[in-house]
């Protein structure tokens, strides 16, 4: 099975961000077993280093960026898949390119916490917990959470001034 993933189910997984970790790293450990064939557009490799580095050393997006590579697939986007994502029904246009790059790899899913924006795209849209709950009547992942110590952990740096500024 082919599955393209959204960048928030990367970002559950390498922030930790609960309570979202479990299911979204979960659904990443399946791409690192090589499970299921993940794929990650193209553009959301650049827009997750964007927001990686607000607040982490170079060197940890480095090792994230590595951990990436080794275990998706980057889906290419091309010119064709760019006029086709603008003919798409989304509001979103950075989903609708999700949603053209995932059909050009013809990918079966699109794994994302984002339903609402992927409505009405034509690769099916299903979140970590449901693609859980669909193949394991128990709802687990039917292995291990491997990827917890896999992937290099990350937490996004409080700025202090933000938060004086608020108060």
């Not at 393209?4 to 077993?33: G, H, K, Y």
């Not at 959301?44 to 994230?64: D, H, S």
């Not at 003919?87 to 995932?102: G, I, R």
């Amino acid at each position: 099975m082919q599955v393209m993933f959204d960048l928030n189910v990367l970002l559950d997984t390498i922030q930790r961000r609960e309570p979202f970790v479990n299911d979204s790293a979960a659904m990443c450990d399946l791409s690192v077993q090589h499970r299921v064939t993940g794929f990650i557009s193209v553009h959301c490799i650049t827009t997750l280093l964007y927001v990686l580095q607000r607040g982490a050393l170079k060197p940890r997006c480095r090792q994230i960026l590595d951990w990436i590579l080794q275990n998706f697939k980057i889906a290419p986007c091309s010119t064709a898949d760019i006029f086709h994502a603008t003919e798409l029904p989304f509001d979103d246009f950075e989903d609708a390119v999700v949603c053209a790059a995932a059909e050009s790899s013809q990918c079966d899913l699109i794994v994302t916490r984002d339903l609402a924006d992927f409505s009405k795209s034509p690769v099916r849209a299903i979140s970590p917990r449901a693609f859980f709950d669909e193949r394991y009547s128990d709802g687990t992942s039917g292995g291990t959470l491997s990827v917890h110590e896999s992937v290099p952990e990350y937490r996004v740096k409080k700025n202090p001034a933000v938060r004086k500024r608020r108060k």
